[in-house]
Every structure is written in C-alpha cells, then in structure tokens.
C-alpha cells in the first residue's frame, strides 16, 4: 500500500513564497510522473505542475515563472517551490504519483491526503 503525506502549507502573505514537500511510504518499484494538483472552493481540481522520470516539467499557465517542481528519485519524493504567490493560488494541493509497486504490475495514480495553502492579508 503506497500512502503519499503531504507537508509545508500553511498563511502566507500575497507575494510570499512556500515550499510544499511530498514523501512516500510503502514499496514503490518506479515512479513515472510526479506531480501537484490544487483545488480550490466551489472549483474543480486542477493540474499545478508535473514532473518527468527524465527530470521534464509541465506548468499550468498561471504559475509559470513562480512555482517550481523538482523531484529526488532517490528518496522517491518531490517539491514545489513556491514564490510570489498571490490570493488565487489558495486552494488545497494535492501531490501525486503515477507509479508502479513492483515489476509486472501496472501504473496507477496515488494521491496525498492534500495541504491547505492560504494566500491572504
């Protein structure tokens, strides 16, 4: 059973920075594709940035130039760090593997149980 624990959210004043932290536990063979997710109230969830096994990256247009994902294949965890960060990023985010438990088996997604970020005065 592969569980994914969030951590680092919390208040953060518009234009200030967080750095949000992703760790696995359970036996994990591979991990294809890490990545965060965030929702917001009243909102469908939707995609922040991902992240290759190859070490290639993919950014929702909205924070571009802002955030950015980085991944330790060693320790099977990933980051977004997160900077200028404005009212409209709260939302609670979510990190996720797509990632394979042992060889033979197939791919799927897990999820985090989700980190609240609050941007506000």
């Known amino acids: 059973q592969v569980q994914l624990v969030e951590s680092g959210g919390g208040l953060v004043q518009p234009g200030g920075s967080l750095r949000l932290s992703c760790a696995a536990s359970?036996?994990?063979?591979?991990?294809?594709?890490m990545g965060w997710y965030r929702q917001a109230p009243g909102k469908q969830r939707e995609l922040v940035a991902v992240?290759?096994?190859?070490?290639?990256?993919n950014y929702a247009d909205s924070v571009k130039g802002r955030f950015t994902i980085s991944r330790d294949n060693a320790k099977n965890t990933v980051a977004l760090q997160m900077n200028s960060l404005k009212p409209e990023d709260t939302a609670v985010y979510y990190c996720n593997y797509y990632a394979r438990v042992a060889l033979g088996r197939g791919e799927y997604d897990y999820w985090g149980q989700g980190t609240q970020v609050t941007v506000s005065s």
């Open positions: 359970g036996s994990i063979f591979s991990i294809s594709r």
């Open positions: 992240i290759s096994n190859g070490g290639s990256t």
